[in-house]
């Protein structure tokens, strides 16, 4: 490529000082300008890597530090597959419907939801999600995220509301969606019913009572439970059918304390002999078993809580108090009646909300239901097909299908959703769907096509007024992202398809592999019969500095932009890359420092390249294995393309901190400490200046450190950009450093010879570093003579060899082979001396 004189200029001049601030700007502009990142429609030749990015709650207020962490992690990866020639499919999503949002409003605004009409709420939500979508895109702006905007979409907008509900239609028609009427799991504070999903499992003090029941024939016994609240709702109590104890009680009745209500003595061996006395209190409903034995049992119902979580008018004179306020009134009046014979203090688990940390209720109401339990089986072997990133996050997601107790509830009572497409008759409850091609509908506004009830001819309908699950939307993102919903009406995104689908990649946080992940899995199975994406790759937390999870109520919230402004995105990223895949990262300002310090060296060590280019040069005259190496040079490919092969393979498997971990010695060790220490004073020389060597330099320099700077680049991609715009474009063709390729490794540059040859070399150079320092000579003066003895005869030819490089870099006018070397080298053969 052809040179202007105007370049070279300008290359004299390049700055001294790296203005990461600007440069970072300019750059996010550039890429943004010239559609660096766009997916490629039309390429039909090159492979397809996709990305099934996360979609991040928009909540505008709660992004910290270990957000842009994670996100990184999977970016490091994605910009490496662009370099290695992949159409690259890397949407973003905004998940906006649901409850996180409508949370979110609701603190905000300080919003008493039954003050509110749907309308006004649903538009605070709607301008919420705008808010926060603009927020995020900044963000991932400034932190180089690079993602194809064309390519977005929020849970929220027509395309994801007609994949849900096109969704739910098919699953409908195969039989897999069902609306019951069954104990559901209850958020009482949140006001709607959840998924196994939708719950954690915390362990909570609790007290233990021993109450006292009497038998029909008379007898007391005791049983032991955390919620006396819930003795109104008792509709059996159960024992161990080898519990010797309680045989007598076969066909008995037990009458309950203060309700004196009769229930039944029933028998079940999963009923634990050694928890308190053996025999349990079954009620409608306090747990998953007790709704199992209800069921299997067909117990009797006595419902006590309602969906505030108060008790209700069977409570009788503990109708209206919440469930803890009921609970202290029955044990007071338990004691001063004395039914209760013994309490003990207990850490018990209790299912809690994961949105709001409530303990769960149940209550029974019609919802619609995903079949999961029946096919368990299906979900493990997809499991099994997907390969995981790193391998130990599998268990995680068997044991959740293995422990899965309920089918997946998807009705919430809530606003901001997608709604059903679903009415019902007002005559006959006859299910009423939407037709695919009106879809999205909202049935609240929308009448459904047809005119009578093709059941009973009635002509009235009920819209479904829940929403769904916001799962329901999200566990569709690889078939929004492949347009699935679009299949049969346009041929073009039918390729998308066949194209994306499965997608290559699932970057995700670990505390949702048994919501997105699972649930995403579940769908694709349900929908496709094949696997949503092939690779899931799974990061940890981003932590404070001392392994506490960031919130700004907690004060150690540590804001990415904060980090960016002082420090450079290129910097955070570092950061970002101290964690092995699945690890938690603590955030640690000093990563960040190091990671500025190292992007000064980068720009210093560029700028020296940069600076000594003359006019003329030529990177590609000839290619570099056909000029005529010295031993260094031979050297420093050698270990360069050594980094890279090791690079490449970690690359490969996700281990992008080792793989950055690995260049960073190189660049440090190798190209910064010692080949460019040694080949500096070629340049600086103006007694016997050498142009033949310099040129030699310059033409290994380019090629070192540009192929360097590619594999930073997935790290660093502003610094590397920059250097590469300002720089190396000159002589190179792509457009960006983001679109050039991956290196790739060169067994014919592996010189190992060079290795030994340059140990030798650098023995000296470091001795003679040290006793300069000894004679308080300044590292520049030029000596006269540098002294070398060696009791290893083999030396000789090789010192020879490399004659000039040890004269340059020990700065010495003469070396010559002499007994009186004296000072020892970390060679035990070699020795040197310096004379002035
Ligand atoms: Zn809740
Ligand atoms: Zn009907």
Known sequence: MQKSEENFNNFKDFPKNYDYQAVEKKIAQYWEDNDTYSFDFFDTEKEIFSADTPPPYVSSAHLHVGHVMSYSQAEFIVRYKRMKGFNVFYPMGFDDNGLPTERYVEKKYKINKSKITREEFIDLCLKETKIGIETYKALWKSAGISVDYRLSYSTIDERCRKTSQKSFI????????????????????????????????????????????????????????????????????????????????????????????????????????????????????????????????????????????????????????????????????????????????????????????????????????????????????????????????????????????????????RFYGVPFPVWYCANCGEVILAKEDELPVDPAVAHPNIIKCPKCGGEKFDPETDVMDTWMTSSMTPLINAL????????????????????????????????????????????????????????????????????????????????INKYSADALRYWASKANLGQDLRFNEEDAVNGRRLLIK???????????VNEGFNPYEKDISELELGEV????????????????????????????????????????????????????????????????????????????????????????????????????????????????????????????????????????????????????????????????NDYISILNSVNSDIKSAARAKRMIFSDEADFKTADDNLFIKIEK
């Not at 009497?214 to 109104?232: D, N």
């Open 170 to 413: 098919d699953l409908y028609h195969k039989k897999l969606m069902e609306r019951r009427n069954e104990p559901i799991l209850w958020c009482p504070q949140c006001r709607t019913s959840l998924a196994q999903a939708d719950i954690i499992i915390e362990e909570l003090n609790g007290i233990l009572y021993d109450i006292e029941f009497k038998s029909s024939s008379g007898q007391g016994l005791i049983i032991s439970t955390t919620r006396p609240e819930l003795l109104g709702a008792c509709v059996a109590i159960y024992a161990n059918p080898l519990d010797d104890r309680y045989r007598f009680l076969n066909g008995q009745s037990v009458k309950t304390p203060l309700y004196n209500k009769d229930v039944p003595v029933k028998y079940d061996e999963t009923v634990d002999i050694n928890y308190g006395t053996g025999l349990m209190m079954v009620c409608t409903w306090g747990d998953a078993e007790d709704v199992r034995k209800w069921k299997e049992h067909k117990l009797d119902t006595a419902i006590i809580i309602d969906k505030a979580g108060r008790l209700n008018e069977a409570a009788g004179a503990y109708s209206g108090l919440t469930a803890r306020d009921a609970k202290r009134a029955i044990v007071d009046d338990l004691k001063k009646l004395s039914f209760i014979k013994g309490e003990k203090p207990l850490l018990h688990n209790v299912g809690v909300h994961d949105r709001c940390e409530t303990p769960v209720e149940f209550i029974r109401e019609l919802q619609w239901f995903i079949k999961i339990l029946d096919n368990k089986d299906k979900f493990l072997e997809a499991a099994s097909e997907i390969k995981w990133y790193p391998d130990f996050m599998k268990p995680r997601y068997d044991e959740w299908v293995n422990n899965l107790k309920w089918d997946w509830n998807i009705s919430r009572q």
């Open 484 to 563: 699935w919903a679009y299949d049969s009406r346009t041929a073009d995104k039918k390729k998308l398809l066949d194209r994306i689908y499965p997608m290559s990649l699932r970057p995700q946080a670990q505390e949702i592999i048994r919501t997105w992940l699972f649930y995403t899995v579940v769908k694709s199975i349900y929908h496709t019969g094949n696997i949503p994406f092939k690779n899931v790759m799974i990061s940890g937390w981003g932590l404070d500095k001392n392994g506490k999870k960031m919130s700004k109520s907690l004060g150690n919230f540590v804001g990415p932009e904060e980090i």
């Open 602 to 612: 980068l720009w210093n060590a560029a700028r020296f390249l940069i600076t000594n």
């Open 633 to 792: 040079d031979k050297w420093v490919i050698t270990e360069f393309e050594n980094t890279l092969k090791i690079c490449g393979n970690y690359m490969e498997s996700y281990e992008y901190s080792s793989s950055l971990k690995a260049m960073v010695d190189f660049f440090y060790n190798v190209y910064c400490d010692n080949y460019l220490e040694i080949i500096k004073n070629v340049f600086w020389d103006e007694e016997e200046e050498n142009f033949d060597r310099k040129d030699k330099a310059l033409n290994v320099m380019y090629f070192v450190s540009f192929n360097m700077i590619k594999i930073f680049a997935p790290f660093f991609p502003f610094i590397t950009e920059e250097l590469y715009l300002s720089f190396y474009k000159n002589f190179e063709t792509a457009g960006s450093i983001h679109l050039s390729n991956w290196p790739d490794y060169r067994k014919e540059l592996n010189f190992e010879s060079s290795i030994k040859i340059a140990k030798i070399l650098l023995n000296i150079i470091e001795a003679s570093r040290k006793l300069r320092t000894s004679l308080n000579l300044h590292q520049n003066h030029k000596i006269d003579k540098l002294l070398v003895k060696t009791l290893n």
